[in-house]
């Protein structure tokens, strides 16, 4: 039984997505970040860094208990365990993972800036702005990529449309507007048919209460 260590977030619902997709059963742990939960000497001793989620691999398969942070490290462990959602073939395999890196390192730190500065009472200023232009350019990315294929690392969908998926799911959130990224939208919307996301956001949203 895997333990996900969570809160109704972007990052953390990613995890819950891909233990229903690949049929784990999982215990969901809620941090409540409202509450600084993640600041607390037991959560930290599972993640020095105090940021959700957390995975806990304890199924007799693995050699030893496995205790990771980082979403995409998460979702690349879970894919390996079951072989699914990364393919095998080193091309497709290297998409994926270049659709993984380029969330952690660019749309996810984008949107999560935008974010934090949509929270802000202040009326809208440059930082604000700049934020918005950065989050279009992100997302104008991942259009291009799905005017051509149906999913961001090619004909299939992998872990890495639920990586990207976590986030844009919330895009209101973080002020931007799918209508003007026409691809974008036909992703997340079929994405949301799912029901393995659908059971996925409604467990992750129950943790906020
Ligand atoms: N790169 C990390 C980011 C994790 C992250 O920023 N988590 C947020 C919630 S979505 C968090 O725990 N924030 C608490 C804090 O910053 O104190 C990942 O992908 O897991």
Request: aromatic share 8%.
């Amino acid at each position: 039984m895997l333990e996900i260590h969570a809160f109704a977030t972007p990052n953390s619902v990613k995890v819950v997505i891909a233990a229903e997709e690949m049929g784990l059963p999982h215990n969901l742990v809620s941090v409540d970040l409202r509450r600084g939960e993640q600041r607390s000497d037991a959560f930290l001793a599972l993640n020095p860094n105090g940021k959700l989620p957390v995975l806990i691999d304890r199924s007799p398969a693995a050699n030893a208990e496995v205790v990771l942070s980082e979403s995409a490290a998460i979702l690349v462990h879970l894919a390996e365990k079951t072989g699914q959602l990364l393919p095998t073939d080193p091309q497709r395999r290297a998409k994926v993972f270049e659709q993984l890196f380029f969330h952690a390192s660019a749309a996810s730190p984008a949107f999560l800036h935008a974010f934090l500065l949509e929270m802000r009472k202040e009326p809208e200023g440059e930082a604000r702005a700049a934020a918005r232009k950065e989050v279009a350019r992100v997302l104008g990315v991942l259009d291009g990529i799905l005017q051509r294929d149906p999913f961001v690392a090619g004909a299939e969908y992998t872990i890495a449309d639920i990586a990207h998926f976590g986030w844009i799911w919330r895009h209101r959130a973080f002020g931007a507007d799918l209508a003007d990224f026409p691809s974008v939208k036909r992703w997340h919307d079929e994405i949301l048919t799912r029901p393995a996301v659908a059971k996925a956001i409604s467990s992750t949203l129950a943790l906020a209460g």
